[in-house]
């Protein structure tokens, strides 16, 4: 039954979906007085003309900020993301420089004709009325306010813009190769975030984003026989003047707002039991097999809901969107865009990973320019465990893949720190390793640190915690650490911000003597399976003394290991067969073929 109202107790405090702001503005006020937490809170109201012949649109925005950080702002910056295609642009530069560019960007940029590139162009700007002085600098813009923005005010900006859409290109754009018109993403003049670290105005180059929270009011006005579909709730029928009409959506809490729109578009939806409501937009062109493709997609995105409401928490809009576009799949506030000629197969494990980006990154809005494996990485691990139940993969280990790759990426030279800015990676391939399967590979991994049972809790405390805020790396660590009880900083650090890896070996066996030992510099516990010569087996737990602490397990508990010493060597009751360090292949060990050592003899050692 489709619902008419939702409310979500997230944090303590019960936010309706309808009506958030002044609800949500008491909680800041009360966690800034305990905590010292602060975000700031935008709302935009945007009247946008689109011209569907020339793909030039005008647009008046209303942007309301309000100050909720203790310092004084002087300016502010926006973000004028279509800029980036451009001939000359950063975007452009930098794939024609980077060793191994996205095949989808490579040089199209360079070769787009003036009436192809995007662009906006803001002709007038003002602050509570008085006008502004501002300058475009390629994809940011940089204002001088007229007055300082104080503690805890509020000040209006408005604003005049012409845009234009670029030809598809990446993520963004017109006429993608699928034939779809338009994929509306990052196509408004957007407030930068400022946080405790300062301002954020990153020029976009490559990929990722980072915005700031509020509430949208988007009155669209279009062709009147396009089909459009995106972030927020339709209020209303549309209104047509002529051969156009005006739809008019609104969006509780988010920090983004995308549409896609075409005249050939199908439109689907499915309800979710107890959950919201799904969208299913997709061109009537299709290949057939293509079109029972989509058809099939939808209970499957059902079953997906359920499981991330499930294992991470519930989903707190009343409506989700899957709308063909873009190009290859991405992201966006209550609505992904991906293409759409795709095997089943492929095309549900698009579904499922950016459907879990609605938990990780746009409900947990972390800043994935500068922590890009939080929201890819979560995603990908959340992702694997919905695919592997939902399509019945039935994989022993369903992040296999994720660990391999983190494995190939260290032993290559090409590593580069996960604290490294989404841009700034020497190669896409290592950005992309670092990201999806690093990332992967650091959730997983600390399940095995912990306890997977605790690792469940920890995600979701995580998510009750920092739902609707920009959690921060610590933030996930912290929550682990007040769920295991367990210290954990050693794991950041080592994991996250270096490029240490972990190599741990069976050095030697001498009867019931075992000595294991540390070659690698990141520490971390120890789980192990010892094989007597009787054929019975014993499975041990090193606990790694830093840790201060222990993980639940059914394991015979043995003394600490304390990182500095390399190697560490304990006795067993009985004569030993074997040794196999992490049978379960939870940890990223490098180089596991120093991980099992078999006896041949009673005086001689062979390693597997």
């Not at 809901?305 to 992201?331: A, K, L, N, R, W």
Request: with cysteine; glycine share 8%.
């Amino acid at each position: 039954m489709k619902r008419i109202s939702l409310t979500l107790l997230i944090a303590g405090v019960l936010l309706s979906c309808g009506n958030t702001k002044g609800v949500v503005t008491q909680e800041q006020s009360k966690e800034q007085q305990t905590s010292g937490y602060w975000q700031q809170h935008v709302d935009y109201k945007m009247d946008i003309d689109m011209d569907v012949t020339t793909y030039q649109y005008h647009g008046n925005q209303t942007l309301v900020y309000t100050n909720n950080s203790p310092d004084v702002l002087n300016k502010v910056f926006y973000h004028l993301y279509f800029n980036a295609f451009q001939p000359g642009s950063e975007m452009d530069v930098r794939s024609r420089t980077i060793p191994d560019p996205d095949a989808r960007v490579g040089d199209r940029i360079s070769k787009l004709k003036p009436n192809e590139i995007g662009y906006i162009n803001v002709n007038s700007l003002k602050q509570n009325g008085a006008t502004l002085s501002h300058e475009t600098v390629g994809t940011v813009l940089e204002v001088e306010l007229d007055k300082a923005i104080q503690p805890g005010e509020s000040v209006t900006f408005t604003m005049d813009f012409d845009a234009q859409v670029p030809v598809q290109i990446r993520r963004s754009g017109r006429n993608s190769k699928e034939g779809v018109a338009l994929s509306m993403s990052q196509w408004y003049p957007k407030m930068a975030e400022y946080d405790f670290e300062g301002w954020h105005a990153d020029p976009y180059i490559g990929r990722e984003f980072h915005g700031v929270w509020g509430d949208f009011e988007v009155n669209l006005t279009i062709d009147k026989n396009y089909v459009v579909g995106g972030t927020g709730y339709l209020q209303g029928e549309p209104k047509v003047n002529g051969n156009k009409k005006t739809l008019t959506f609104k969006a509780p809490k988010v920090h983004d707002f995308t549409w896609g729109a075409d005249p050939d578009f199908i439109h689907d939806t499915m309800q979710v039991p107890n959950g919201p409501m799904l969208h299913f937009y997709y061109k009537k062109d299709l290949d057939p097999t293509y079109l029972d493709n989509w058809k099939r997609l939808q209970p499957k995105t059902v079953e997906l809901m359920e499981y991330f409401s499930t294992h991470i928490g519930q989903y707190p809009y009343e409506q989700y969107s899957v709308i063909q576009g873009g190009d290859g799949g991405m992201e966006y506030a209550m609505c992904t865009l991906i293409t759409g000629q795709r095997k089943f197969g492929s095309l549900v494990g698009v579904t499922a990973h950016e459907l879990a980006h609605k938990w990780f990154q746009f409900i947990l809005a972390t800043n994935e320019s500068k922590h890009e494996w939080m929201d890819e990485g979560f995603t990908s691990y959340i992702s694997d465990l919905a695919m592997n139940e939902i399509m019945g993969q039935n994989a022993e280990n369903p992040h296999a893949s994720a660990y391999r790759n983190y494995a190939y990426l260290a032993k290559s030279g090409k590593e580069q720190p996960l604290s490294t800015h989404a841009d700034r990676y020497n190669y896409n391939q290592a950005y992309g390793i670092s990201a999806y399967s690093k990332g992967a590979v650091f959730i997983a991994q600390l399940g095995y640190i912990i306890g997977e049972d605790n690792l469940k809790k920890t995600i979701k405390k995580y998510y009750k915690d920092f739902a609707f805020k920009h959690p921060r790396p610590i933030d996930v660590i912290r929550s682990a650490e007040k769920v295991s009880g367990l210290e954990l900083d050693w794991y950041l650090m080592d994991f996250a911000q270096t490029t240490n890896t972990i190599d741990y070996a069976v050095k030697t066996i001498s009867d019931s003597d075992i000595t294991l030992e540390r070659i690698g510099l990141m520490p971390m516990p120890i789980d192990l399976t010892v094989t007597y010569t009787d054929g019975t087996t014993e499975d041990f737990y090193i606990p790694l003394q830093m840790m201060r602490g222990e993980k639940p397990t059914s394991a015979t508990q043995i003394k600490d290991w304390a990182w500095a010493y390399p190697t560490y060597t304990f006795t067993v009751s009985k004569a030993v067969k074997s040794v196999q360090i992490d049978p379960n292949n939870q940890m990223a060990d490098i180089n596991t073929e120093n991980n099992t050592m078999v006896t041949t003899t009673e005086s001689s050692t062979k390693t597997l």
